[in-house]
Structures are given as C-alpha cells and as structure tokens.
C-alpha cells in the first residue's frame, strides 16, 4: 500500500474532513476529486482489510498518482457520473463521500491550462481535455448576451456589460487566445488596486462554464441522496460563494430553493442532519501554509 504523500497538491482541510467522514473500517467511501491523492491516501490509512474507496476524476494528469492498493479504484470521469460508475461496480450504497471541489495546485501551475493569469497560456481552462470547449470558444463564438449571464452569473462581475461590449467588439478585429493577451484587451475594464481579484472572478466564470461546474455539483449532490446509506456522510469543501451556497442549501434541505417541506404533524422533511451548522474554515497555521485555502470551506452532513 503506497503511504507517501505526492506534492502535487496539498490537501485543504485534511484533517477535518477525514474526521467528517467518520471512517468505518470495513466501509465503501467515494472520493470523487481524487487529484494528487492526498484525501485518498488519508482515507486508506483508516480503512481496514475489507474496506473500499472509489476515487473519481477527470483530469487524465491525475492518472499518474493513482495508488497501488486492492482496496482503491481510480476511474477517469466527472463526478455528476457518480451513479452510473458505482453501479458498473455493482455498488448500490456508500457510506460517505469526499469532495474538494475547484482548481487543484496543479491545475493552476500549469501554465499550459489556462487557468492562471500568471502565466501567458492558450485560453484552455478544461479539466477533461477530452472535452472539446475551451474558454477560448467561448470568446470567440458565445452571443453577447451568454457572455453577459456566464460573467454575472459564475463571476459575480459588477461592469459585466463593459466587460462583455469590450469582448464583443475586439473579437471582431482578432481572435481572442491568450491570457496576457486577453488581460490587455479588457485592461479599462479592471478597477485599480483590485486586478487581481477582478480577473479571479473573469476566470471563474469562464471556467465555471467551460466545465459545466454548477450542473456537475448539483448532480451529485443529488445522487449523494440516493446511494449513501442511513448514518452515511457527505463531506463538501467549497472555494467560491456560488458552490457553497448550493451545498448548504442541499444540505439543509434537500433541495437548492432551501424550501423545507414538514409532514403533516409539522415535523420537518430534511434528508440529512447537519454535522458542522456552519462552515469550517482553515485556521491561521493552514494559511500560513497554504495560502491558496484561504476561501475553502467545509460542510459536512449525515443521511438520516
């Protein structure tokens, strides 16, 4: 069994959501966003002979960390296929399932992706690179008004308009396929001393619809409902508003509208009891190590 830990990435809030899935030794746990390994392998050390983990993710560089183990599987799909890959493994029930959701260390380092405006990369952003839509379609052939929802909706952009209008009409003159290249073309769009987190919203936005990231999560959240059993545990660790608030929403009721229905006594009709009521998140020595936490937040629930 392999035990070393791969600095590919360093996992966020490791501890607190191994200690979330309250691990039994002979259980079947989903890691559904295996990226280095490091939840995978923590999850390993707290299994015992008979246990199970099944580890999904989409990224083929993910591949390379796989783990030597009887005990593991590693299956190259997106989460939302959740269902389908647990019942080609004749799995119908799991007691808990792991998920770190966003842009793993990797991802962002690799100037080949996209996904950083550090480097000067092609505008990729796809975590499957089987996936044929990168950011730079999106530029390039989404209508005006699609770019204005993806950047109000998945970036929160308060000029969305401007930045749109100032997309639209330099697209028509060259074709939009770098980062320096694009960070220069909406440079009036920027307000001073917030580039950095003005462009993080661009970026999420772009990446978000790349990836159909939204309608992955709520997929499997869904599914999370359906195949853990009783006392199962879903762990959620979140880096943007958008997703956290689905998951707490979920997680509180069982829907995304935070509707909670009672039955006719008045009791209330949720599907989980809430093990953290608010989110966890890093503490100051994390931080100081990983700076890139610092917008995790961990929410952990458990099936009724």
């Known amino acids: 069994m392999e035990t070393s830990m791969n600095n ?53 560089d993910a591949l390379q960390n796989t783990i030597e183990d009887k005990r593991f599987t590693l299956t190259q799909a997106n989460f939302k296929n959740l269902k389908k890959f647990l019942k080609l493994y004749q799995i119908e029930k799991v007691d ?19 996904f950083s405006i550090r480097w000067d990369g092609l505008l990729d952003m796809r975590m499957d690179k089987r996936k044929p839509l ?9 209508e ?6 993806i950047f109000r909706q998945y970036g929160e ?49 772009l ?3 790349v990836n159909e990231e939204l309608l992955a999560l709520q997929n499997l959240l869904q599914q999370s409902m359906e195949v853990l059993t009783a006392n199962g545990r879903l762990v959620v660790i979140s880096y943007h508003s958008l997703e956290d608030r689905m998951v707490k929403h979920f ?27 608010k989110a966890i998140v890093p503490d100051e020595k994390e931080l100081t ?10 929410r952990i629930a458990e099936k009724k």
Not at 252 to 274: A, M, V, W
Not at 289 to 298: E, G, T
């Open 8 to 60: 590919y990435h360093e996992p966020v809030l490791l501890r607190q959501s191994i200690e979330g899935l309250n691990i039994h030794p002979n259980g079947m746990y989903v890691d559904v966003t295996f990226g280095s390994g490091g939840h995978s392998r923590a999850i390993l050390q707290k299994l015992g002979p008979n246990g199970q983990l099944i580890a999904f993710d989409q990224d083929e």
């Open 96 to 114: 808990g399932i792991l998920a770190d959701l966003g842009v793993s260390s990797h991802q962002f380092d690799d100037e080949t992706r996209g």
């Open 134 to 142: 990168k950011a730079t379609d999106i530029l390039s052939d989404y």
């Open 144 to 149: 005006p008004n699609e770019l204005l929802r």
């Open 157 to 205: 952009v308060e000029n969305a308009k401007k930045l749109t209008m100032t997309i639209v009409n330099i697209r028509e003159q060259v074709k939009i396929t770098y980062s320096k290249q694009f960070i220069e073309i909406i440079k009036d769009c920027i307000p001073k001393q917030k580039e950095n987190k003005y462009l993080a919203q661009v970026y999420q936005a």
């Open 207 to 209: 990446r978000i619809e």
């Open 251 to 277: 997680m509180r009721s069982g829907n995304f509208e935070n509707r909670i229905d009672k039955d006719f006594f008045g009791n209330l009709l949720t599907p989980f009891h809430l093990i953290s009521r």
């Open 289 to 298: 190590k990983n700076p890139r936490s610092r917008s995790a937040k961990l």
